[in-house]
């Protein structure tokens, strides 16, 4: 699983660093260079096409993982690059930049837009798989995310949108409720549909999430 | 118990119709449609933002319903609001004598003229039905005890001509199980495909209203068969709606619509129709006169 990321329109890069003149850019060695986003590459890009546009690059970076602790190594390693700089443009996920934002002490911008935690599929080509919903049906859906692959979230079954296996909102999306029928079908296993789903706990993990997992469940419910 | 309840549960064949509210506030060809069927039909249904398309709210219009001495059932989607928003209209709704609801999940929001708007989906409904029974139970979705109970007459769709139908037919038996007393279909145009349907939906406790939606011309039917989920209109329909004299083919299609009303109540196919004229309303007193209903 790793964060899927898209590359902001450059226009809009430019109107959010409009202050500013000397940008220093940070890429990210994961997911960003896996989603072709903001890997050694795009980030020689983004910097060519930066100083075309009249910006003053004063240095770029492309750390393991953006999102890593070690980001904070280049404060050191780049130091008068950053001290330079007006502010650091992230090529990665919103966590890369909320990482830079805390370590590198100057203000950020994103280039990328997060989108979701996905898997690749034919290059170029990803799809979701997870919402961190914090309550997992998956045994009782064939291993196919109701939450997830269903446009509406439905934990019960399918909408009348189901067309032959496809859903309603189009653009080739299938009927994850389809899908989950076919599966569990083939495996014998159709009685599982029929079990009621009561509503979801939206708060299952309170959002903002944040957790001490060094207890078990019983313990922490105990304190 | 409401009108239309006691009209489910009389045996007769049971009326409906609906009506789709205006975009804006111009209540009054709405209020002309409710003024025409309301004396006609044992329930208007008002359409809850239909297509995800904003509307006035079907709240509104039921209401109108009421006022105007009519029988309403409130259709509720799941898509505009939370279990909060949900609860609170259903207390709205009791409170003013809206006792019929029609439980849907409601259309995705970006087949709508709101794209970008959020889509709540916090229930499904077959989850708001278990809801509904929930408060008539005296308790709301949080346990929490109610001051005054609404006891509603709940309902909810089935699609009989969906592809695959087997996950379909799964959906609509826990819509029973959660309390649905009856089922209006999607528009149903072949009554063999029907008739094997209702040999199956026979077996639950729970009254079935056919799905008419009104055909106006061979385009139509064309466009749902090819867009429109769930719907399938046969080869000979579609001909005879193209062989209509020009200017002809709603003639042709309120005469399908009668024609088939009249089949299914003489054969006792079903416990009933449920007529969606979208746009058409005009043409629905027409239609049952021509099915022999008065």
């Known amino acids: 699983m790793k964060t899927i990321t898209r590359t902001k329109p450059f226009e809009q890069i430019l109107e959010d660093i409009s202050l500013d003149t000397r940008v220093f850019i940070v890429g990210c060695g994961t997911c960003a260079t896996l989603c072709h986003t903001g890997g050694i590459d795009e980030v020689a890009a983004m910097a060519e096409r930066l100083t075309v546009a009249g910006k003053i690059v004063t240095g770029v970076a492309v750390p393991p993982t953006g999102c890593d602790e070690v980001t904070g190594e280049m ?149 | 118990m409401s009108r239309f309840k006691e009209a489910l549960d009389s045996g007769k064949f049971v009326i409906t119709a609906e009506i789709g509210p205006p975009k804006g506030v111009n209540v009054e060809p709405m209020k002309h449609h409710i003024a025409l069927l309301k004396d006609r039909v044992d329930g208007l249904n008002v359409t809850d933002n239909q297509s995800s398309v904003l509307r006035y709210p079907s709240l509104g219009g039921a209401l109108l319903v009421k006022e105007m001495g009519g029988e309403p059932i409130l259709q509720m989607t799941c898509r505009d609001r939370n279990r909060l928003a949900l609860q609170a209209d259903l207390f709205f709704a009791y409170s003013r004598g809206i006792t019929n609801v029609l439980c849907l999940t409601g259309d995705a929001v970006v087949v709508g003229d709101h794209k970008d708007a959020k889509g709540v989906f916090d229930l499904d409904s077959v989850q708001l039905l278990d809801a509904i029974h929930t408060l008539s139970e005296g308790k709301d979705l949080a346990g929490n005890p109610l001051d005054g109970t609404p006891r509603f007459c709940k309902g909810a ?100 619509a009668a024609r088939t009303i009249r089949t299914i109540r003489d054969g006792r196919m079903a416990d009933g129709v449920h007529i969606m004229a979208i746009g058409r309303e005009e043409s629905v007193p027409r239609i049952l006169d021509l099915a022999g209903i008065h």
């Open chain 2, 157 to 256: 769709i089935v699609t009989p001509e969906a592809q695959p139908l087997e996950p379909q037919l799964l959906k609509f038996e826990k819509k029973i199980e959660a309390g649905a007393e009856f089922i209006q279909t999607q528009a149903i145009y072949d009554l063999t495909n029907f008739s094997n349907f209702m040999d199956y939906a026979r077996k639950f406790q729970v009254k079935i209203l056919a799905g008419i939606v009104v055909l106006v011309s061979a385009g139509m039917a064309k466009f749902m068969n090819k867009n429109v989920p769930g719907i399938f209109v046969p080869k000979a329909l579609i001909d005879e709606l193209a062989g209509a004299p020009k200017g002809k083919a709603l003639e042709t299609g309120i005469n399908i």
């Open chain 1, 75 to 223: 404060r050191y390693v780049f130091r008068d690059q950053l001290r330079a700089a007006d502010i650091v443009l992230v090529m990665s996920c919103a966590f890369g930049v909320q990482t830079a934002a805390s370590q590198l002490k100057k203000p950020v911008a994103p280039a990328l837009d997060t989108l979701f935690m996905g898997k690749e599929g034919p290059a170029g080509h990803y799809s979701e798989i997870c919402m961190q919903c914090g309550e997992c049906v998956l045994v009782y859906t064939g291993g196919i995310c109701p939450v997830t692959a269903c446009h509406k979230g439905l934990l019960n079954g399918p909408c009348g949108g189901t067309d032959n296996g496809m859903c309603e909102v189009g653009n080739g999306r299938e009927c994850a409720w389809t899908l989950i029928y076919n599966r569990l079908q083939s495996q014998g296993r159709l009685d599982h549909m029929r079990r009621y789903h009561p509503p979801k706990t939206h708060n299952a993990v309170l959002r903002p999430g944040i957790i001490d997992l060094t207890h078990s469940r019983e313990e922490a419910a105990a304190q």
